[in-house]
């Protein structure tokens, strides 16, 4: 059987014995592979760089049956996300983006959407927008790849349109109007220039979103809200989200 071919973002590596790795990389056409790669620490350590956390490959590799490791027999680097590697805050936020993709994810189970995400992803919060508005269109963007994303224009418990929202409830999973909020128990209070900001981000390709900032109060709110959403209905035990709330509580980062 040929080699395939194909591209990926590695996601986690493992050392395996004194010369080889363990990769789990997110392909474009299988999804995600896990993966050896014998003999590629010595003697060849120029290939190290290529083989880091997430980084961008093109690689070849012989997928194999049942619970076996694929086996990777190629793999040349053709984006590290430099930008996204400048600073302790954008190396918290990209550890985020590769566990989130990870957390939701299946192996080879083929997602192009997702891959798309995740090098937009990436590319963003490598460019010169602020790293917590990059992390919250990749949150929004990945929400809404998986059918998760929060109802913006119409109430969840009623239908009733909403022009000018005030609450939002992760549970439910969107705006209430204020007549329901009366009766439920409202997870946030949200202002509609944040609901704009989801609206923006909904209306462009994550490709086009650099213009799009996030300042002051909606930045708080959206990060809230977001959180709350990935939390709640993707996964309450994403590492990297506590890390980087570790750090903000120690002012290593904003
Ligand atoms: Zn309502």
Redesign the pocket.
Known sequence: MAAINTEGVILRKYLLRETSYILVIYTRDYGKIRAVFKGVRRPYPQFAGDLEIFTHCDISFYPKKQKDLDLITESRAKNSFVGARKDIERLTYANYIIELIDTVTGEHDRNEVLFELLTGGLELLGSDIPPKSAVRIFELKLLDALGLGPELGE?V????EINDAKCLDVPEGGV??E??SGTTAISHTVSQGTVNFFKKIRSVPISKAAGIKLGGSMEKEAERVLGDFVRFHVSDNIKSLEFARDLERKGIIR
């Open positions: 109430c418990s009623c239908t009733s209430v109007c007549v329901c």
